[in-house]
Each structure stands twice: as C-alpha cells, then as structure tokens.
Nanobody
Framework: QVQLVESGGGLVQAGGSLRLSCVAS????????MGWYRQAPGKQRELVAS???????TYTDSVKGRFTISRDNAKNTVYLQMNKLVPEDTAVYYC??????????????WGQGTQVTVSS
C-alpha cells in the first residue's frame, strides 16, 4: 500500500504564512507528478499547484506569486509554501501523488487532508 501523510496546516491571520508538507511512503517504485488540491465548504475540490519530477510547476491563478510548490524526490516529499494568505485560502488542503506501485501500476493517491484557516 501507499500512504500520503500531510502536515503543517493550522490557523493563521491574513497576511501570514504556512508551509505544508506531504510524505509518500509504502510500496513505491516511483513517484511522478505531485500536487496540492483544496476544498472549501460548499465548493468543489480544485487544483492549487502541481510539480513534475523535473520540478516544472503549475499554479491556479489565485495563488500565483503567493504560493510556491517544491519537492524532494529522494524523500518522496512535496511542499507548499503559502505566503500572503487571505481568508479565501481557507480550505482543507489535500496532497496528491501519481505513484508507480510494486504491482507496476500507476495510480493516484491522496492524503487525508489538512485544514488551513485564515482569519481576517
């Protein structure tokens, strides 16, 4: 099995910063794209940022210039540095990874989610 475990969420005032981390572990042969999604109450889950193995990144427009995604391939870990947070960033943040498991099958795995709350 493959597990993704997130950490780093919490409560922060508007303008503050948080750093999320997500570690993939288990029966992993290789990890391809990794990313962060978020889901606010009453809204659909949306892609926030993603990073390829070669560290090519994409961001949703609302976080460009404020959030930075990065990864450590040796540790199967992805990070999301969130600066200049605004109340609209409040959501549950989920880590996602495309993993080649020991069965030689690519599959998408999700973390359990970590709450980020930005107060005004």
């Amino acid at each position: 099995q493959v597990q993704l475990v997130e950490s780093g969420g919490g409560l922060v005032q508007a303008g503050g910063s948080l750093r999320l981390s997500c570690v993939a572990s288990g029966r992993i042969r290789s990890v391809n794209d990794m990313g962060w999604y978020r889901q606010a109450p009453g809204k659909q889950r949306e892609l926030v940022a993603s990073v390829t193995v070669a560290s090519s990144t994409t961001y949703t427009d609302s976080v460009k210039g404020r959030f930075t995604i990065s990864r450590d391939n040796a540790k199967n870990t992805v990070y999301l540095q969130m600066n200049k947070l605004v109340p609209e960033d409040t959501a549950v943040y989920y880590c996602n990874a495309r993993v080649l498991n020991y069965g030689l099958l690519w599959d998408d795995y999700w973390g359990q989610g970590t709450q980020v709350t930005v107060s005004s």
